[in-house]
């Protein structure tokens, strides 16, 4: 009986164990996911100059031509996507929303390059 009692009690404290470090996962994962845009924008450049400055905390939806080519930026919850480019290969419309400064949204056919920016800059390292 004594060695069946230790095994359920080992086995316990694994699963509480487990199931504690699950909820701070999950609770760190709702937490950074409800972080408001405050402060975040969205550079857009044609031909390597800055064309516009947009705010993601308003919805918006424009057009940036260069000479025939265009594309058509969206700017929904937060997050900034091409919804609509006359380039052939669609990588910047399939590339989807984005809201961080991860990965900018490029389209190099039509010359354009969307990059988020946020007002309090994050520093890795200082000299």
């Not at 694994?14 to 699950?22: H, P, R, T, Y």
């Not at 091409?82 to 380039?87: K, R």
């Not at 949204?105 to 994050?122: A, F, G, K, M, Y």
Request: hydrophobic share 40%; charged share 25%.
């Amino acid at each position: 009986m004594k060695s069946t009692k230790r095994i359920f009690t080992s086995n316990t404290l694994w699963i509480i164990l487990f199931l504690v470090l699950a909820i701070i996962s999950v609770l760190i994962i709702f937490i950074m996911n409800s972080v408001k845009t405050a402060g975040k924008t969205a550079k857009i450049y044609s031909n390597n100059r800055l064309v516009r400055t947009v705010s993601l905390n308003n919805d918006d939806e424009f057009t940036i031509e260069n000479g025939k080519n265009y594309n058509i930026i969206r700017i929904r919850n937060g997050k900034i996507s091409v919804c609509e480019a006359d380039c052939k290969n669609q990588i910047c419309v399939n590339q989807g929303e984005i809201d961080n400064d991860l990965f900018p949204i490029v389209c190099v056919p039509n010359r354009l390059v969307i990059r988020v920016e946020s007002e309090t800059q994050d520093v890795d390292a200082e000299i």
